[in-house]
């Protein structure tokens, strides 16, 4: 019975690697209309950043957006989950 080459079996797993890096996660979103958000566009103050980072971590992106229910811009957390 003939061994497997390491050469071999290293390549299947990096192929492995390959094809799991390429899997992307799911992005989950949390609005914060309670809070407080100055907003130039999509883009937020500090305090939606600040909020979004503490309930969410720091890889957090934090955004501004429109809703018709209300008046205002609100805070949009969004994060790979």
Known sequence: MA????S???????????LLSGVEAKECNEGLPWVTTECEGEEPGGQCWNECQNRHGLSVKASCRDSVALPTQFCWCSWSC
């Open 3 to 6: 061994k497997p080459s390491i």
């Open 8 to 18: 071999k079996s290293l390549y299947g797993v990096l192929f492995i690697v390959f």
